[in-house]
């Protein structure tokens, strides 16, 4: 990513980040649990909003292990996978109000159609599975591709 849309995404992921926080801190405080205002107890090693961002994109840009993701910003493994696995849903968030995320399901062709509207080139990457063999002969030969048995 260029640091334009990194700039462009910045106040959408604290937005995000912040409102979730509140949701967290009111939820607890209904259910009698909370005692501390939002902010309040120690300070992790993401500071700032743009850390907690570099943090999240850096991890899905090279998928390091949380060995290397600690070492790199000075945490304990543990704490990068807490912190990942509570920042990915801020980033999911902060991509679909933004417009970014990419779409995963097409529920009709008219769907996929618009959405590669202005495309000029479609990579897909896809993996063959194997299938499950009905019993019945007529059903065998149906779903029958002709290759050869498969290595186990």
Wanted: net charge positive; with cysteine.
């Amino acid at each position: 990513m260029s640091q334009a849309q990194v700039d462009h995404l910045l106040p959408v992921f604290s937005e995000v980040y912040t409102t979730q926080q509140q949701q967290k801190y009111e939820a607890g405080v209904a259910s009698g649990v909370r005692t501390r205002k939002p902010g309040g107890g120690a300070k992790g090693k993401l500071r700032t909003m743009g850390d907690k961002l570099l943090f999240v994109l850096s991890y899905y840009k090279t998928y390091p292990t949380f060995d290397v993701l600690g070492t790199q910003c000075a945490m304990v493994r543990s704490k990068a996978h807490e912190n990942l696995h509570k920042l990915s849903p801020v980033l999911h968030q902060t991509l679909v109000r933004c417009e970014m995320m990419p779409h995963r399901e097409f529920k009709t062709p008219d769907e996929l159609k618009s959405a590669l509207k202005g495309a000029d080139r479609l990579i897909i990457d896809a993996t063959e599975r194997a299938y499950r063999r009905s019993q019945d002969e007529a059903k065998q030969r149906e779903h029958y591709s002709g290759k050869k048995k498969s290595i186990r």
